[in-house]
Protein backbone atom coordinates (compact mmCIF):
# COMPACT_ATOMS: atom_id res chain seq x y z
CA UNK A 1 0.00 0.00 0.00
CA UNK A 2 1.22 3.86 -1.08
CA UNK A 3 1.89 5.81 2.52
CA UNK A 4 0.59 8.93 0.83
CA UNK A 5 -2.91 7.86 -0.58
CA UNK A 6 -3.55 4.57 0.72
CA UNK A 7 -4.14 3.26 -2.95
CA UNK A 8 -1.71 -0.19 -4.02
CA UNK A 9 1.92 1.11 -5.09
CA UNK A 10 1.63 -1.00 -8.35
CA UNK A 11 -1.70 1.39 -9.37
CA UNK A 12 -0.32 5.20 -8.34
CA UNK A 13 1.83 6.57 -10.33
CA UNK A 14 4.32 8.33 -9.26
CA UNK A 15 4.03 11.19 -11.63
CA UNK A 16 0.56 12.27 -12.86
CA UNK A 17 0.24 14.33 -16.27
CA UNK A 18 -2.37 17.91 -14.95
CA UNK A 19 -2.07 19.64 -18.49
CA UNK A 20 -0.58 18.88 -21.90
CA UNK A 21 1.73 21.72 -24.12
CA UNK A 22 0.36 23.00 -26.63
CA UNK A 23 1.36 21.94 -30.07
CA UNK A 24 4.83 23.83 -30.57
CA UNK A 25 5.72 23.46 -27.24
CA UNK A 26 5.15 19.98 -27.95
CA UNK A 27 6.86 19.77 -31.17
CA UNK A 28 10.24 21.80 -29.54
CA UNK A 29 10.95 22.62 -25.84
CA UNK A 30 11.72 26.04 -24.72
CA UNK A 31 15.42 26.37 -26.27
CA UNK A 32 14.03 24.33 -29.33
CA UNK A 33 14.87 21.05 -28.61
CA UNK A 34 12.87 18.32 -29.23
CA UNK A 35 10.36 17.16 -27.00
CA UNK A 36 11.45 14.62 -24.54
CA UNK A 37 10.22 10.70 -24.28
CA UNK A 38 7.08 11.77 -21.80
CA UNK A 39 5.61 13.73 -25.14
CA UNK A 40 5.85 17.40 -23.49
CA UNK A 41 3.47 16.33 -20.36
CA UNK A 42 4.01 18.26 -17.54
CA UNK A 43 3.87 15.84 -14.37
CA UNK A 44 2.65 17.22 -10.97
CA UNK A 45 3.52 15.87 -7.21
CA UNK A 46 1.95 12.97 -5.95
CA UNK A 47 1.34 15.14 -3.05
CA UNK A 48 -0.93 17.37 -4.95
CA UNK A 49 -3.10 14.56 -7.16
CA UNK A 50 -4.93 11.78 -5.81
CA UNK A 51 -4.45 8.80 -6.90
CA UNK A 52 -6.81 8.72 -10.16
CA UNK A 53 -4.86 11.33 -11.05
CA UNK A 54 -6.81 14.19 -10.13
CA UNK A 55 -5.29 17.24 -8.54
CA UNK A 56 -6.14 18.24 -4.38
CA UNK A 57 -8.56 21.30 -4.30
CA UNK A 58 -9.03 22.48 -1.48
CA UNK A 59 -12.81 22.03 0.27
CA UNK A 60 -15.09 24.83 0.49
CA UNK A 61 -16.90 25.82 3.62
CA UNK A 62 -20.41 24.60 3.88
CA UNK A 63 -22.83 27.15 2.84
CA UNK A 64 -24.15 27.48 6.24
CA UNK A 65 -20.81 28.23 7.64
CA UNK A 66 -20.19 30.87 5.22
CA UNK A 67 -23.79 32.26 5.64
CA UNK A 68 -22.77 32.48 9.60
CA UNK A 69 -19.89 34.37 8.77
CA UNK A 70 -21.21 36.70 6.73
CA UNK A 71 -24.09 37.39 9.12
CA UNK A 72 -21.33 37.87 11.79
CA UNK A 73 -20.00 40.59 9.53
CA UNK A 74 -22.44 42.44 8.50
CA UNK A 75 -23.66 42.38 12.30
CA UNK A 76 -24.52 46.02 13.22
CA UNK A 77 -22.30 47.89 16.09
CA UNK A 78 -24.32 50.69 17.22
CA UNK A 79 -25.50 50.60 20.59
CA UNK A 80 -29.42 49.52 21.35
CA UNK A 81 -31.25 53.18 21.54
CA UNK A 82 -32.19 54.08 24.99
CA UNK A 83 -35.73 53.54 26.60
CA UNK A 84 -38.79 56.22 26.77
CA UNK A 85 -38.28 58.16 30.17
CA UNK A 86 -41.75 58.75 29.92
CA UNK A 87 -43.42 55.60 30.86
CA UNK A 88 -40.44 55.21 33.63
CA UNK A 89 -41.17 58.70 35.17
CA UNK A 90 -45.19 57.61 35.10
CA UNK A 91 -44.37 54.35 37.02
CA UNK A 92 -41.72 55.77 39.57
CA UNK A 93 -44.53 58.62 40.93
CA UNK A 94 -47.65 55.86 40.92
CA UNK A 95 -44.69 53.13 42.57
CA UNK A 96 -43.56 55.60 45.37
CA UNK A 97 -47.47 56.88 45.87
CA UNK A 98 -48.61 53.31 46.52
CA UNK A 99 -45.21 52.40 48.74
CA UNK A 100 -46.07 55.83 50.75
CA UNK A 101 -49.59 55.02 51.89
CA UNK A 102 -48.58 51.59 53.13
CA UNK A 103 -45.55 52.33 54.47
CA UNK A 104 -47.93 54.96 56.45
CA UNK A 105 -51.00 52.22 57.23
CA UNK A 106 -48.06 49.83 58.34
CA UNK A 107 -45.99 51.76 60.64
CA UNK A 108 -48.14 51.71 63.46
CA UNK A 109 -48.95 47.87 63.65
CA UNK A 110 -45.12 47.84 63.26
CA UNK A 111 -44.02 49.16 66.30
CA UNK A 112 -46.69 47.28 68.27
CA UNK A 113 -45.74 44.10 67.21
CA UNK A 114 -41.90 44.69 68.44
CA UNK A 115 -43.08 45.80 71.65
CA UNK A 116 -43.07 49.60 71.34
CA UNK A 117 -46.76 50.52 73.06
CA UNK A 118 -48.19 51.67 75.56
CA UNK A 119 -50.85 49.59 76.78
CA UNK A 120 -54.17 50.69 78.20
CA UNK A 121 -58.21 50.21 78.27
CA UNK A 122 -60.11 51.88 75.30
CA UNK A 123 -63.80 52.28 75.91
CA UNK A 124 -66.41 52.02 72.96
CA UNK A 125 -68.03 54.89 72.44
CA UNK A 126 -69.46 54.37 68.71
CA UNK A 127 -69.47 51.41 66.00
CA UNK A 128 -70.23 51.90 62.28
CA UNK A 129 -70.12 50.08 59.03
CA UNK A 130 -69.32 46.47 59.10
CA UNK A 131 -66.48 43.96 57.49
CA UNK A 132 -63.81 46.00 55.78
CA UNK A 133 -65.77 49.36 56.15
CA UNK A 134 -66.29 49.51 59.74
CA UNK A 135 -65.14 52.31 61.77
CA UNK A 136 -65.19 52.41 65.60
CA UNK A 137 -64.53 55.32 68.31
CA UNK A 138 -63.35 55.37 71.55
CA UNK A 139 -61.39 56.54 74.84
CA UNK A 140 -58.05 55.42 75.47
CA UNK A 141 -56.44 55.06 78.93
CA UNK A 142 -53.20 54.42 79.54
CA UNK A 143 -52.62 51.74 81.98
CA UNK A 144 -49.84 53.94 83.83
CA UNK A 145 -52.20 57.09 83.55
CA UNK A 146 -50.40 59.31 82.06
CA UNK A 147 -52.04 60.24 79.28
CA UNK A 148 -55.98 60.11 77.67
CA UNK A 149 -56.97 59.91 73.93
CA UNK A 150 -60.47 60.81 73.06
CA UNK A 151 -61.75 59.96 70.19
CA UNK A 152 -58.90 57.37 68.55
CA UNK A 153 -59.55 55.33 66.36
CA UNK A 154 -59.90 51.48 67.52
CA UNK A 155 -58.80 48.86 65.41
CA UNK A 156 -59.44 44.95 65.40
CA UNK A 157 -62.93 45.28 67.81
CA UNK A 158 -64.56 41.10 67.82
CA UNK A 159 -67.89 41.48 66.42
CA UNK A 160 -69.64 40.62 69.86
CA UNK A 161 -68.05 43.92 71.61
CA UNK A 162 -69.21 46.47 69.14
CA UNK A 163 -71.84 47.97 71.36
CA UNK A 164 -71.38 51.30 73.22
CA UNK A 165 -69.36 51.48 76.56
CA UNK A 166 -67.83 48.37 76.07
CA UNK A 167 -64.24 48.14 77.48
CA UNK A 168 -61.26 46.44 75.92
CA UNK A 169 -57.66 45.71 76.15
CA UNK A 170 -55.53 47.84 74.07
CA UNK A 171 -52.29 49.55 72.99
CA UNK A 172 -51.45 53.00 71.41
CA UNK A 173 -47.18 53.87 70.46
CA UNK A 174 -48.28 57.44 72.50
CA UNK A 175 -50.48 60.17 72.76
CA UNK A 176 -50.37 61.44 69.07
CA UNK A 177 -50.96 58.00 67.67
CA UNK A 178 -54.88 58.26 66.62
CA UNK A 179 -55.03 55.06 66.77
CA UNK A 180 -55.85 52.21 69.54
CA UNK A 181 -55.28 48.39 68.72
CA UNK A 182 -57.12 45.89 70.42
CA UNK A 183 -56.30 43.04 68.47
CA UNK A 184 -54.28 40.06 69.55
CA UNK A 185 -51.77 37.08 68.75
CA UNK A 186 -51.10 36.34 64.68
CA UNK A 187 -53.85 39.35 63.81
CA UNK A 188 -50.97 42.05 65.19
CA UNK A 189 -49.10 41.10 62.69
CA UNK A 190 -50.63 40.77 59.93
CA UNK A 191 -51.19 44.72 59.94
CA UNK A 192 -47.66 45.33 59.50
CA UNK A 193 -46.16 42.56 57.20
CA UNK A 194 -48.31 42.52 54.18
CA UNK A 195 -47.59 46.19 54.10
CA UNK A 196 -44.86 46.24 54.11
CA UNK A 197 -43.97 43.36 51.33
CA UNK A 198 -46.24 45.46 49.21
CA UNK A 199 -43.21 48.71 49.71
CA UNK A 200 -40.51 46.13 48.81
CA UNK A 201 -42.76 45.12 45.84
CA UNK A 202 -43.08 48.73 44.82
CA UNK A 203 -39.72 48.54 44.70
CA UNK A 204 -39.15 46.22 42.76
CA UNK A 205 -41.08 47.55 40.35
CA UNK A 206 -39.62 50.89 40.14
CA UNK A 207 -36.11 48.95 39.19
CA UNK A 208 -38.20 47.29 36.28
CA UNK A 209 -40.43 50.60 34.79
CA UNK A 210 -37.54 52.30 34.90
CA UNK A 211 -35.27 50.66 33.26
CA UNK A 212 -32.08 50.76 36.22
CA UNK A 213 -30.81 47.17 35.92
CA UNK A 214 -30.56 47.93 32.04
CA UNK A 215 -28.14 50.87 31.98
CA UNK A 216 -24.76 50.43 30.11
CA UNK A 217 -21.52 50.23 32.54
CA UNK A 218 -21.59 48.33 35.68
CA UNK A 219 -21.07 51.33 37.90
CA UNK A 220 -23.73 53.20 36.29
CA UNK A 221 -26.72 50.16 37.12
CA UNK A 222 -25.16 49.88 40.74
CA UNK A 223 -26.09 53.67 41.56
CA UNK A 224 -29.19 53.73 39.18
CA UNK A 225 -30.68 49.59 41.40
CA UNK A 226 -29.17 51.73 44.39
CA UNK A 227 -31.55 55.12 43.90
CA UNK A 228 -34.27 53.23 43.26
CA UNK A 229 -34.55 50.97 46.29
CA UNK A 230 -33.88 53.92 48.10
CA UNK A 231 -36.68 55.71 47.60
CA UNK A 232 -39.31 53.55 49.22
CA UNK A 233 -36.57 52.76 51.92
CA UNK A 234 -36.51 56.53 52.84
CA UNK A 235 -40.20 56.87 52.51
CA UNK A 236 -41.11 53.81 54.84
CA UNK A 237 -38.58 55.01 57.35
CA UNK A 238 -39.71 58.73 57.71
CA UNK A 239 -43.00 56.84 58.73
CA UNK A 240 -41.75 54.87 61.21
CA UNK A 241 -40.03 57.92 62.36
CA UNK A 242 -43.30 59.81 62.85
CA UNK A 243 -44.82 57.13 64.15
CA UNK A 244 -42.58 56.45 66.76
Not at 122 to 132: E, F, K, T
Request: hydrophobic fraction near 45%; aromatic fraction near 6%.
Amino acid sequence: MEPTTGAPVDAVPRRVPVREQGRRQRDHGPDGDPPDDDGGAFWAPIEQVHWDGTPVRKDAAPARLRGFRLARRRAPSRTPPPPDPLPGLAALVVLSLVAAFFAWVSAGPFWLAVGHARTGTVVIDDCSGGGLTLRCRGIFTAEDGLFIAHGVRVSGVPVDQRTDGTALPARMTGPDSGTAYADVGVGRHLRWLPGLLVVLACAAGIVRWTGSARLPGRRHRRWAVAAAIAGPTLITVGFLAAAW
